[in-house]
């Protein structure tokens, strides 16, 4: 079930890539890019068969990043919120010069 | 290992058909607690697939760390702003976004078709059939991924400790109250 795996994580990896490209809510592309993490994920487990633990000791680094960015990422957007009142990315263009 | 039976399959494509149409759904919904919900489908129907391919403490993990913990904060930061709602005016970019976005996703899926020709690897790096069959048999689902992570890879899991903490003081420095900021 190698390449259904892999076709699987690509196909979810393409829906988490469209999501971060055609949404301007903060928090939904910041979802997008944990469905994108789970889809990598998905392609570390199925070699692991292959390649041997490896994969699978992978996914767990993997995991924790995910939370570390969650954590950070989610300050981040409280503290934008705090002073823009708003998630929506139009709104939000101080880098923009 | 290469011989599924027919029931395997049948599962198999059953949870990758209600991951994909649930990651479809996700993306699609225009309030973000419906958005988290649906991703939460996603993430357990990875959770069985990992089950099926050998990996169940990667499903224990993902269902207690992504389902559980990840998607708790991502609800209760949701909650904590209030956004709950849908906006009246839509979120999803105007026609250049989609077109990007399209451009991006035909590109994406073409690796699709060339991934639908893998065949199973081989080289001198391949394991043996029953590899992860005997490592699963001899030392339990949990000591089968612990003895790789305490020893081949100690050093990266002792700095994945630095990077949690220096996570958990970015965000408590990030979510903190500006001193002169009194409201």
Same mark, same amino acid.
Not at chain 1, 63 to 75: D, N, P, Y
Not at chain 2, 121 to 138: E, M, N
């Given at each position: 079930?190698?390449?259904?795996?892999?076709?699987?994580?690509?196909?979810?990896? !393409?829906?988490?890539?469209?999501? !971060?490209?055609?949404?301007?809510?903060?928090?939904?592309?910041?979802?997008? !890019?944990?469905?994108?993490?789970?889809?990598?994920?998905?392609?570390?487990?199925?070699?692991?068969?292959?390649?041997?633990?490896?994969?699978?000791?992978?996914?767990?680094?993997?995991?924790? !990043?995910?939370?570390?960015?969650?954590?950070?990422?989610?300050?981040?957007?409280?503290?934008?919120?705090?002073?823009?009142?708003?998630?929506?990315?139009?709104?939000?263009?101080?880098?923009?010069? | 290992?290469?011989?599924?039976?027919?029931?395997?399959?049948?599962?198999?494509? #059953?949870?990758?058909?209600?991951?994909?149409?649930?990651?479809?759904?996700? *993306?699609?919904?225009?309030?973000?607690?419906?958005?988290?919900?649906?991703?939460?489908?996603?993430?357990?129907?990875?959770?069985?697939?990992?089950?099926?391919?050998?990996?169940?403490?990667?499903?224990?993990?993902?269902?207690?760390?992504?389902?559980?913990?990840?998607?708790?904060?991502?609800?209760?930061?949701?909650?904590?702003?209030?956004?709950?709602?849908?906006?009246?005016?839509?979120?999803?970019?105007?026609?250049?976004?989609?077109?990007?976005?399209?451009?991006?996703? #035909?590109?994406?899926?073409?690796?699709?078709?060339?991934?639908?020709?893998?065949?199973?690897?081989?080289?001198?790096?391949?394991?043996?059939?029953?590899?992860?069959?005997?490592?699963?048999?001899?030392?339990?689902? *949990?000591?089968?991924?612990?003895?790789?992570?305490?020893?081949?890879?100690?050093?990266?899991?002792?700095?994945?400790?630095?990077?949690?903490?220096?996570?958990?003081?970015?965000? *408590?420095?990030?979510?903190?109250?500006?001193?002169?900021?009194?409201?």
């Amino acid at each position: 079930m190698l390449a259904e795996s892999l076709g699987l994580s690509a196909i979810l990896f !393409v829906i988490g890539v469209i999501g !971060v490209l055609t949404r301007r809510n903060a928090i939904i592309i910041f979802l997008c !890019v944990e469905l994108m993490l789970n889809a990598v994920n998905l392609t570390f487990v199925a070699l692991s068969r292959y390649y041997g633990m490896g994969g699978q000791v992978f996914v767990l680094f993997v995991m924790t !990043v995910a939370a570390a960015e969650a954590a950070v990422g989610l300050a981040i957007i409280i503290s934008i919120f705090r002073h823009k009142q708003t998630v929506d990315l139009r709104n939000i263009n101080v880098m923009k010069g | 290992m290469d011989n599924y039976g027919l029931f395997y399959q049948f599962h198999f494509y #059953l949870f990758g058909i209600i991951a994909i149409v649930s990651a479809v759904t996700f *993306v699609t919904r225009r309030s973000p607690v419906a958005a988290a919900m649906w991703l939460v489908v996603t993430m357990f129907c990875l959770a069985a697939l990992y089950v099926m391919l050998d990996a169940q403490f990667i499903a224990a993990m993902q269902v207690l760390l992504y389902a559980g913990a990840i998607m708790v904060i991502f609800l209760f930061v949701i909650m904590l702003l209030n956004l709950g709602e849908a906006s009246d005016v839509t979120d999803i970019r105007g026609i250049w976004g989609k077109l990007l976005a399209g451009f991006v996703g #035909l590109v994406l899926l073409a690796e699709v078709g060339v991934l639908s020709r893998t065949g199973i690897p081989s080289g001198q790096y391949v394991v043996g059939r029953d590899y992860l069959s005997h490592q699963l048999a001899t030392y339990g689902a *949990v000591g089968a991924i612990a003895r790789p992570l305490y020893q081949d890879y100690s050093l990266a899991f002792e700095l994945t400790s630095v990077l949690l903490l220096v996570a958990i003081a970015g965000a *408590v420095i990030l979510g903190r109250k500006e001193p002169n900021d009194a409201r």
